[in-house]
């Protein structure tokens, strides 16, 4: 379905074409694979890019399986049902979180260097991912977005399950997303070419700087 990351970033910029060079608006990426995504569109949109950085709480037995998020704020999304059902303790979910946003926080450091924040008061944020799953981490993000004020929140992914884009829909103002296939296993599956991408990536793509829509 998708190349790779960029080419599903160029893809995903044409749904967004709308938004060249429109004040007030930033690209946000969630790190670290959604970055290379919302580089591509921050880049060909002239706009800025920024990160917020959730983290996943997984499950006591497979930390694959995600049972919630939380991001470097405190700001925390939990599937209550699944927790419920696992009989997943407060003590583990406490020891879990306090690790998670100690490294969310730590990731934001190093991610963003000495770049200051870009302030979401009144933006409209374009939320990219390089793919949704159960939606844990969006989640997370979107809460940790909404304290900052911003005037809409709009969640832009290549792909992913039609449930958990329809339940996305319910909390934010709009979701773009090219491909909600059935069955759905993992973002994964539907890229040619799905490697980790690396700190020192996100590093460098953090460095970027719009275009005018002039050059």
């Known amino acids: 379905m998708f190349k790779d990351r960029k080419d599903a970033g160029q893809k995903l910029r044409d749904k967004l074409l709308n938004f060249k060079g429109v004040s ?7 790190p670290r694979g959604g970055v290379p995504v919302a580089f591509e569109i921050a880049n060909d949109l002239s706009l800025p890019l920024d990160i917020v950085v959730p983290r996943k709480i997984g499950a006591p ?14 700001k ?26 100690a490294e969310s926080k730590r990731r934001l450091r ?24 159960t939606g844990s981490t969006v989640k997370a993000a979107i ?8 005037k809409e929140i709009i969640v832009a992914v290549p792909v992913g399950p039609q449930d958990t884009i329809s ?3 319910e909390s934010i103002n709009q979701v773009i997303c090219l491909a909600t296939p059935h069955p759905f296993n993992a973002v994964g599956c539907f890229y040619s070419f799905f490697d980790q991408t690396d700190d020192d990536t996100v590093i460098e793509m953090m460095k970027h700087k719009p275009l005018t829509p002039s050059q």
Request: proline share 4%.
């Open 24 to 30: 007030n608006t930033v690209v946000v990426g969630l």
């Open 76 to 101: 925390a999304y939990f599937d209550r049902e699944a927790i419920e059902h696992l009989g997943v303790s407060t003590k583990y979910l406490e020891s879990e979180m306090e690790k998670q946003r």
């Open 61 to 74: 037995f497979n930390k694959e399986y995600a049972i919630g998020a939380i991001a470097e704020d405190g």
């Open 167 to 169: 339940e996305l829909k």
């Open 143 to 150: 809460e940790s977005l909404k304290v900052h004020h911003p």
């Open 110 to 133: 190093v991610y963003r260097g000495e770049r200051p924040p870009v302030d979401f008061k009144d933006k409209t944020i374009l939320l990219v991912d390089d793919g949704i799953a």
